[in-house]
């Protein structure tokens, strides 16, 4: 038994040696622990302040293909009619919400973009960095508004409580900080003319103080007009201050995000996809008016001319169903029957050019004084000379049209032709490119905001706000609609909220409908500023 | 600092090492030196004799001491005394020291085995045979034929024995013909056999019916005996997994194993498997088992295994067996025992192995209407609603220029779907070498697996290379090492459900009338010389010519792995020793995709990728064991040890992104836009120590106990360290009862209490910012999972209650378990809002419970010399419930999909499934609309499948008679359902043959469509008090189909199949070539085997599919149904040739 007694001492023994020496080996685990390949969030120092900077831009604007689809092709692209669906399968552009889709759509920028640029403001103003966060600010505005304007309320102010409930804030608290905010950066950007933020990480300005200016006032013209039917008096004073503190004049000024070979315009990939076309909207208005941006914005379809009206530039309209009984016509091959979208937005290998993602142009900033002097407001100039400005801009933005060719188009009496498609689409509106000064003030405003749609293109999230607005373009009605809120002649007015936000985040989305014109979650909700 | 960390286990190697050669230097005379004691570290020992001292208690003295067994006949012994005062000196030479004893009295000495010695009275050593007759004989086994070495072979009533050498002969020394001998053999049921007169006995000896007193491994490679284990296992044998041969060796242990659940991810030849043992448990974890090879985990599964190499699979169950691997077995543990060398001549083994495997197509197809929509045909039309074939000429459908203005009669092919695939074959063959000296044994084996799949151009090679050497390096010192090699090269392995890249996708969805001729013309020329694929709805968002995806989505998959291990064990004494060890498992692996130019959303512009893995898991060991008898009745075995594990993986990939420059030439440099990664996979270091062992008084009552403590490298600082214990109990109650009834040999229950702690996943305790491409200086993007610095390790805790009753000699037993399991303390994320900066954090929380039963029934009915059957009927019934998720949430979102999302719920079990539903009356009526169809829950998605079974059961029977053997497996899953994404887009299509009804008309919501639903229909009232009357509305096939079905938006509650099905998995037939006719061949032995398995479904309640193929092996996978291969069954031959 004395073997026994020894050998229980030395395994006892043996074993506490062992725990000591592990106890003593674990120095290394807190590194072992930690990437290596990867920055931690809360070492990050100024000098990466940019390339966070730099992310809050690409995928705030949605340039990630599959968000982008999710976000703007799937919606604002075919609500604004610029295109139509072809994929059999693609039931938004039949009205039907897709739940599954608008989480897509919602997490694409509160994941990927929100917090980086939170990140940013914070960060600049607690370590003094003023001009860095002006410009955030401002990039703050332009990518909320975005958001806003899809969904009504939305997770604002309380962005970043890093709790497991995030409030909502009503569109009109956001509308109005968005003027305060704008009001916090223009003052620090004033004060800073030739100044530079954040250098070649922005890849809209190249961190230029004084583009960035002539940006934060031009999108308080954008926003004051947007509340132009729901506050009158703050819409003027809004956008009389904008024109006065210095907006776009010409296109060197204007906004757009620059694309890389690793950070690409999102229609370069999804073009790919096959899966919209030209909309019938598109054909009627851009070949009735014998526009030349037509050959840039689309090509010709690939079976040629369909209708016999010896342009071979096919559009057809929203909304075609799965099943064509009732329509007579198939719904395979329309790819080829109609026309892509134009050259510029196809992937490099055909012949594509991988165009700067569009935020704002100087044809919309006079189309925008032009509603104004409208108006009666003070914008520097008369509703037509403006107008007439605008579609200037476009030639010259989207074309190589000479100056004659511009001016024969201004003076032009053209109006829009119906497509000769088989459902016999009428002429989309009767209103010609040249300004009827004596036409009627809704006139002038459909001139306007028509010219607008089409130099927007294929900036569709701001057509469609604009669309929901104002009314134009009178868009077609869809030939088809599943969703019996509403039918064909009827159209989406917002995008209802993402079912995560039912499973994450419920009690603030069920707040959120109280803050809605009517507490009804639907697509028929029309937004605060939608008040016409 | 890695040479530091081992300094310490370093120097114990070497430690031990330099011994060894001291010790072997000392003994250079190897005869005369065998006997080592253990005293002779110590010098002194010295015992003195009294005068009177009975000689039997001398020699048992020695016994202990120099730890040999003598065998003798106790009545020659009876009065044998020492007569005068002696010293004997303990530490000098065994011999020398018998010499000196023995002198006195008129015995010798005889040195019968290794450590087995005979006293044998004097004269007989020249004189036998005057008093001992010499008994010769050889065993073997009664089922195979094969020798049995080392069987115990005892004259009854006496310590007279020897064991049978590796030929299974023996010779021994009998003092009568008129004794009867006793044979035994673990593993074997022990004969006796009286002499009666003769000189020459052969046995056979049949192996244990049930697993009465099996030798199982457990932890540590421990081996025990069954019945002395206070938990479950069980366990299957090297022919069980070699004859009906899976490419998955795991696969073969499916319906075998009660409780166990084997389900095959859809890439075919050469997929990985899920198997879940009692029940689905972590709720973000994989449930799924621990694999330990040798002792040691492993990285990963064994899919890539050799099973020839494989002497058995030993399944532990709960977490009371696996309490000792660690976090990591809390999911439960395959232990695998590979083969060693045995003592003898040069041994060759070859098999060889040819499975044919044919797809079983489920789906019915209908066969009447092709290509269009509402009846009208259109040539580029994905769906087949178009108009009826009758042979009418319509326009082709290929865009080649060639083909423009071709037409061909518009006719049914019925065989399309099953042209496209193919008859595949898995064949393999093995040759293994053994040998071995008294001291060394080697075991050598080479296999070379080769099979296609039924999808043409999936292919599998797989060469496994395996060396193992034990060594008895000295007297005291062994050593066991093992290499082996795997390669393995997998061509297009199957993307699996909804890729675009799938090809199976492709091909059930071909519309009725292609014709395969036409279809395989998978590309043309265009008028631009551009190569194009040749499909019917050209740039489509989704189709594609599945012989386009079969030859122009290409992906080349090869892996290496290198298990290797070297254990060194050194005997202080009979009762101490410590074995050092370390176990590498490591590789790395490279893939390649290439797609085509025109592979529309996937790769219009062509796509080319590469990625490189490499990574290990790398153990070391030490277990220092302690086994003694405390006194007659008490034994006690004690071990104390320690382990270091460490963890590394890392990745790199590139890819062109989307476009190559030059067309269809891949290589990563012909693209303008480079995408490239790299991955810091998972390090993880562990450091354990941990002490187990077993009290136990007689062969009645068994404690075992055992306490481990881990230190993580993935946990913060102070939760880093955790401990956790097991403690077990088994009692025999027919050694502690007297006067239990005669048919029952045997009786047992045990309990057994568990609890194991889980360390976390790598990186959960701080928040990373990760950089990517793009802009003009990168981007940065803060990680959207947020850290938790106060992780706790998760816990699963377990108890299970047990019993086992043997009856007539152990022919027919019932072993019955009850277990209870809680997974605590979980880690997993919860989901935040997004607007909270960030999507998820990850927490402990949770409680999922599995309780269930298990009952297994082995019986012997028939046992004879010629004719036996043996019947195994397996059942388990496990119920799963998810207690608790967290204070947030009560339900969690796992995986999603088009049609469905897969949740945990408070409440429920786990596995449920949520999808679109039918909007209904509070009464449950379906509400129709006015078009005749349903109207949906859209927005919101309600519970409508849930996957986890009721229960399994199986029957498998064996019947040999002679030298032929019949067996088969019948397996049966009840309960338990999921939504099908692949009836879902098929039935949208119009491809099944039940979407034939009501294609012009006629179909009425819960009539004659869906009739086991009530239907309403709104017929007035407010919104608040609607009225509804009886649907009556009808609608059209075309119309309700692609309404409800459908990618984008399906149904799901329209979809739910039951995947209860009774299944044929496994039929062989054995044939041992006869005694006869191998006498007058040069070998020893020729088994030859027909096998088959998966042969047929004797009850399935799912029509279009086989509801165990699912497309992953994820968390969510069981319910994870979408464009899977077709079930198929393989059946083949397989020879076994012992030279």
């Known amino acids: 038994m004395n073997s026994l007694k020894k050998n229980i001492l030395k395994m006892t023994s043996t074993g506490l040696l062992v725990i000591l020496l592990m106890a003593g080996c674990t120095d290394h685990f807190d590194e072992l622990n930690t990437p290596d390949d990867q920055l931690v969030a809360s070492n990050l120092e100024s000098a990466q302040l940019g390339q966070a900077f730099a992310q809050a831009q690409f995928y705030g604007l949605y340039g990630s293909p599959g968000p982008f689809q999710l976000m703007q092709s799937l919606h604002a692209d075919i609500y604004a009619q610029y295109f139509a669906t072809t994929a059999p399968n693609f039931d938004s552009d039949q009205n039907v919400m897709i739940r599954s889709w608008q989480n897509g759509a919602w997490n694409g920028f509160y994941g990927a973009a929100a917090p980086q640029l939170d990140f940013v403001e914070n960060f600049s103003e607690e370590n003094g960095m003023t001009l860095e966060n002006a410009v955030a600010k401002v990039m703050r505005v332009q990518l909320y508004h975005r958001i806003t304007d899809y969904w009504g309320p939305i997770i604002y102010s309380e962005f970043g409580n890093g709790e497991t409930k995030v409030p909502y804030d009503s569109q009109e608290d956001v509308y109005k900080d968005f003027f305060v905010t704008l009001d916090e950066a223009v003052a620090v950007l004033k004060n800073n003319a030739g100044g530079n933020a954040f250098g070649s990480n922005d ?84 070949e009735g008016y014998e526009d030349p941006r037509q050959a840039k914005y689309f090509q010709p379809a690939v079976n040629g001319d369909q209708d016999g009206d010896g342009n071979p530039y096919e559009g057809f309209r929203n909304g075609l169903p799965k099943t064509r009984k009732e329509s007579g016509v198939e719904d395979e091959g329309l790819n080829d029957r109609y026309s892509d979208m134009g050259i510029d937005w196809q992937n490099d290998s055909k012949g594509g050019s991988n165009p700067p993602i569009e935020i704002m142009n100087a044809a919309e900033v006079y189309f925008l004084r032009a509603e104004g002097a409208l108006e009666g407001w003070n914008m520097g100039g008369t509703a037509e000379a403006l107008y007439e400005e605008g579609i200037r801009m476009s030639m010259m933005e989207s074309t190589t049209a ?70 134009y373009p009178a868009l077609y009605d869809r030939i088809n609609s599943l969703n019996p809120a509403i039918p064909v002649g009827d159209d989406v007015q917002r995008i209802p909220f993402a079912s995560g936000e039912y499973s994450d985040n419920a009690e603030s989305v069920q707040n959120a409908i109280q803050l809605l014109t009517s507490p009804a979650d639907e697509a028929t909700t029309k937004l605060w500023w939608d008040a016409k | 600092m890695i040479m530091k960390r081992y300094k310490w286990i370093g120097s114990l190697i070497i430690l031990l090492v330099v011994s060894t050669q001291w010790t072997a230097a000392q003994n250079n005379q190897y005869d005369r030196n065998v006997y080592v004691s253990a005293t002779d570290w110590n010098n002194q020992n010295l015992q003195e004799i009294a005068p009177g001292t009975h000689l039997q208690e001398v020699l048992s003295l020695i016994e202990n001491e120099y730890n040999v067994n003598f065998l003798f006949d106790s009545k020659l012994l009876a009065d044998q005394y020492v007569s005068e005062h002696k010293v004997l000196y303990l530490n000098r030479d065994l011999f020398d020291l018998l010499d000196r004893l023995l002198a006195e009295f008129n015995f010798t000495y005889k040195k019968l085995t290794h450590r087995t010695l005979g006293i044998l009275p004097r004269d007989t050593e020249m004189k036998n045979p005057m008093n001992l007759e010499v008994v010769t004989g050889s065993v073997t086994d009664a089922q195979t034929g094969a020798p049995l070495p080392g069987v115990n072979v005892m004259v009854k009533g006496s310590t007279i024995g020897t064991s049978t050498d590796s030929q299974g002969s023996y010779e021994l020394n009998a003092p009568s013909l008129q004794d009867t001998l006793i044979f035994s053999f673990i593993g074997y049921q022990t004969q006796e056999v009286p002499i009666s007169g003769r000189t020459s006995i052969d046995v056979n000896l049949s192996p244990q019916a049930i697993a009465g007193d099996e030798v199982v491994v457990t932890a540590f490679g421990l081996e025990r005996e069954s019945s002395s284990l206070t938990y479950s296992t069980e366990s299957v044998d090297n022919e069980g997994l070699t004859e009906a041969r899976e490419l998955n060796v795991v696969n073969s242990l499916s319906g075998k194993v009660a409780g166990m659940q084997v389900n095959q991810a859809g890439t075919g030849v050469g997929g990985a498997s899920r198997v879940v043992l009692r029940g689905n448990r972590s709720i973000s974890g994989s449930s799924q088992p621990l694999y330990v090879v040798d002792g040691v985990p492993i990285r990963g599964d064994i899919s890539d295994m050799n099973p020839d190499n494989i002497e058995s699979i030993n399944v532990l169950k709960g977490p009371n067996a696996a309490a000792l691997y660690g976090s990591e077995a809390q999911n439960g543990a395959i232990v695998v025992t590979t083969r060693k060398g045995r003592e003898g001549e040069i041994d060759f083994s070859f098999s060889s192995n040819f499975m044919l495997r044919d797809p079983i197509l489920l789906t019915k197809y209908q066969n009447v209407y092709g290509q269009g929509t509402s009846g009208v045909y259109s040539p580029s039309s994905e769906s087949s609603w178009g108009p009826q074939m009758d042979g009418q000429m319509v326009d082709h459908w290929s865009p080649a220029p060639d083909m423009q203005g071709e037409q061909y ?14 008859t595949g074959y898995n064949s393999s063959n093995n040759l293994t070498a053994s040998m071995g000296s008294e001291n060394v044994q080697a075991l050598f084996s080479y296999t070379f697996t080769n099979a296609e799949g039924v999808v043409p151009k999936n292919e599998l090679d797989r060469h496994n290379i395996s060396a193992r050497v034990t060594s008895q390096l000295s007297d005291n010192l062994s050593l066991d090492s093992k290499l082996s090699y795997m390669r393995q090269s997998i061509d297009n392995q199957l993307p699996t459900g909804e890729s675009f890249a799938n090809p199976i996708r492709h091909i059930y969805r071909l519309p009725r009338n292609i014709r395969t001729a036409d279809a395989e013309m998978f590309d043309y020329t265009n008028s631009e010389g551009m190569l194009r694929q040749n499909y019917w709805n050209p740039l489509s968002n989704g189709g594609a010519n599945p012989y386009w995806t079969m030859n122009r989505n290409l992906n080349e998959n090869v892996s290496d792995r290198i298990n290797a291990l070297a254990s060194l064990t050194y005997d202080f004494t009979d009762y101490l020793s410590l074995m050092v060890r370390s176990a590498y498992d490591g590789g790395s692996g490279e893939s390649e995709f290439r797609r085509y130019n025109d592979t529309y959303v996937i790769a219009q512009n062509g796509y080319y990728s590469i990625a490189k893995s490499n990574g290990y898991e790398w153990n070391s060991d030490f277990l220092l064991s302690y086994n003694q008898d405390l006194t007659e009745d008490w034994y006690l075995e004690a071990n104390v040890g320690g382990n270091i594990k460490k963890e590394r993986n890392s990745s790199m990939s590139a890819n062109t992104n989307n476009a190559l420059t030059i067309p269809n030439f891949f290589a990563i440099s012909n693209t303008q836009n480079v995408a490239a990664g790299e991955n810091i996979g998972s390090p993880m270091d562990i450091y354990s120590a941990y002490a187990f062992g077993q009290l136990a008084w007689k062969d009645a009552i068994y404690l075992d106990f055992s306490g481990r403590n881990d230190v993580s490298s993935t946990l913060p600082e102070d939760n880093r360290s955790y401990f956790y214990p097991s403690v077990g109990l088994s009692a025999s109650l027919t050694e502690l009862i007297s006067g239990l009834p005669d048919v029952l040999s045997g009786a047992r229950v045990r309990g057994s209490w568990a609890k194991v702690g889980n360390s976390a996943p790598p990186f959960m305790t701080i928040r990373t910012a990760s950089l990517s491409s793009g802009g003009n200086n990168g981007f940065l993007q803060l990680d959207t999972t947020l850290p938790n610095e106060n992780l706790k390790p998760e816990e699963t805790e377990s108890y299970e209650l047990g019993a086992n009753l043997q009856f007539f000699e152990n022919r027919l037993g019932l072993d019955f378990t009850y277990y209870k399991t809680n997974t605590r303390d979980q880690l997993f994320q919860v989901a935040v809002p997004v607007g ?12 999922v419970s599995n309780k269930g039963y298990e009952i297994l029934l082995s019986a012997t009915p028939v046992q004879s010399r010629d004719f036996n059957w043996d019947l195994n009927v397996n059942y388990s019934a496990n119920d799963n419930m998810v207690e608790k998720i967290s204070e947030d949430q009560p339900i969690l979102t796992l995986a999603t999909d088009f049609l469905r999302a897969f949740r945990i719920e408070e409440g429920k079990p786990f596995g449920q499934v949520y999808s679109r539903g039918w909007e209904r009356t509070e009464d449950g009526d379906v509400i129709v609309g006015e078009n005749g169809v349903p109207q949906v829950t859209g927005g919101r998605t309600v519970p409508v499948a849930n996957f986890s079974p009721d229960w399994r059961g199986s029957i498998r029977s064996t019947l040999s008679y002679k030298n032929l053997s019949l067996s088969f497996l019948i397996d049966h899953r009840q309960g338990g359902s999921i939504a099908s994404l692949t009836n879902a887009i098929l039935f949208d299509d119009g491809l099944t043959k039940q979407t034939l009804n009501g294609r012009d008309g006629g179909l009425v919501f819960g009539d004659n469509l869906f009739g086991g639903e009530s239907a309403v229909m709104r017929t007035g009232g407010t919104d608040e008090n609607p009225e509804y009357s009886k649907n009556t509305q009808e609608v059209d096939a075309q119309t309700f189909w692609t309404s409800i079905g459908g990618r984008n938006t399906p149904v799901g509650e329209a979809f739910v199949v039951e995947a209860t099905n009774t299944r044929l998995r496994e039929l062989t037939l054995g044939y041992n070539l006869p005694e006869s006719v191998i006498s007058s061949l040069p070998i020893s032995n020729l088994k030859l085997s027909l096998v088959g398995r998966n042969l047929l479904f004797l009850y399935r309640a799912s029509e279009n599919l086989d509801p165990d193929l699912m497309t992953g092996t994820n968390a969510a996978a069981e319910g994870f149904e979408s464009f899977t291969p077709p079930s198929s069954r393989t059946f083949g031959a397989n020879i076994k040739i012992d030279f």
Not at chain 1, 232 to 247: C, M, Q, R
Not at chain 1, 262 to 269: A, F, I, K, L, M
Not at chain 1, 278 to 284: D, L, V
């Open chain 1, 203 to 286: 890849q809209i300005y190249e961190g230029s103080v004084d583009q960035w200016l002539r940006f934060a006032n031009s999108l308080r013209l954008r926003l004051a007009m947007r509340v132009k039917y729901v506050e009158p008096e703050l819409a003027k004073t809004e956008a009389e201050k904008a024109v006065s503190d210095g907006v776009m004049m010409d296109n060197s000024h204007n906004a757009k995000l620059l694309t890389t070979q690793n950070s690409r315009n999102p229609y370069t990939t999804i073009t790919d996809w096959g899966e919209f076309r030209m909309s019938a909207a598109m054909e009627s208005a851009l």
């Open chain 1, 402 to 471: 000479t100056s004659a060719e511009i001016e024969a188009y201004i003076e032009s009496g053209n109006t829009p032709k119906s497509p000769q498609d088989i459902w016999d689409s009428p002429a989309l509106t009767d209103i010609p490119v040249a300004f009827e000064s004596a036409g009627s003030k809704e006139r002038k405003l459909e001139q306007i905001i028509t010219q607008k749609w089409l130099a927007l293109y294929p900036n569709s999230m701001e057509a469609w706000a604009e669309y929901r607005r104002t009314g």
């Open chain 2, 409 to 422: 009669a518009f006719n049914p092919q019925p065989n399309n779907v099953e042209e496209a695939f193919q």
């Open chain 2, 836 to 847: 909270s900066g960030a999507s998820s954090f990850f927490t402990n929380g949770g409680d």
